[in-house]
T-cell receptor
Framework: EAGVVQSPRYKIIEKKQPVAFWCNPI?????LYWYRQNLGQGPELLIR????????DSQLPKDRFSAERLKGVDSTLKIQPAELGDSAVYLC??????????????FGPGTRLTVT | GNSVTQMEGPVTLSEEAFLTINCTYT??????LFWYVQYPGEGLQLLLK?????DKGSNKGFEATYRKETTSFHLEKGSVQVSDSAVYFC????????????FGKGTKLSVKP
């Protein structure tokens, strides 16, 4: 079974430029998460989707961040414009329906963003 | 509010030493508890879990017991290997409308041969 796929793995951009990250969750996982992990810290949730609905985006900086999951499968996270403080690893995770799991999440390898 | 506190790192041990990484949490109710591991350059992997009081999660020689009385979920391993060098994250799962993992800051473990 394929794991969570993310691309790109690395991205270097100048500040004020836009950037987008893509995630394809494990097949059958209806819940998808985007996290940001700053250096030396644990991941922090940005947004959680149940199918195509964003059910928790309270930590997403909506002035510059946006996300979509149009068909309830893969998802895109966008930053526009990027700031120096956005340099971090962006992690995508997915989990199966609660009836099939005990709430564990499966993570992709992440996208390491460097804003210069 | 909900939070998790992990033992600060880095932790440096010799091969075959005993490992304990402390984790305590504050949360309403009785969350499921997880330990994740992040090897250098990789994403997070689920290491072990426990879903109710007194449950013991175990995997790859690591163990952790869900202690409701002390709201703790300490990670232990009797004999560490160089290949265990990684960052370990304690993460309670907050269910209901939140439905999220709350991660600690992580504890970096380095095992020397």
């Amino acid at each position: 079974e394929a794991g969570v796929v993310q691309s790109p793995r690395y991205k270097i951009i100048e500040k004020k430029q836009p950037v987008a990250f893509w995630c394809n969750p494990i097949s059958g996982h209806n819940t998808l998460y985007w996290y940001r992990q700053n250096l030396g810290q644990g991941p922090e949730l940005l947004i959680r989707y149940e199918n195509e609905e964003a059910v928790d985006d309270s930590q997403l900086p909506k002035d510059r961040f946006s996300a979509e999951r149009l068909k309830g499968v893969d998802s895109t996270l966008k930053i526009q414009p990027a700031e120096l403080g956005d340099s971090a690893v962006y992690l995508c995770a997915s989990s199966p329906p609660p009836r099939l799991s005990t709430y564990e999440q499966y993570f992709g390898p992440g996208t390491r963003l460097t804003v210069t | 509010g909900n939070s998790v506190t992990q033992m600060e790192g880095p932790v440096t041990l010799s091969e075959e030493a005993f490992l304990t990484i402390n984790c305590t949490y504050t949360a309403t109710g009785y969350p499921s508890l997880f330990w994740y591991v992040q090897y250098p350059g990789e994403g997070l992997q689920l290491l072990l879990k426990a879903t109710k009081a007194d449950d013991k999660g175990s995997n790859k020689g690591f163990e952790a017991t869900y202690r409701k009385e002390t709201t703790s979920f300490h990670l232990e391993k009797g004999s560490v290997q160089v290949s265990d060098s990684a960052v370990y994250f304690c993460a309670p799962y907050l269910g209901g409308s939140q439905g999220n993992l709350i991660f600690g800051k992580g504890t970096k473990l380095s095992v020397k041969p």
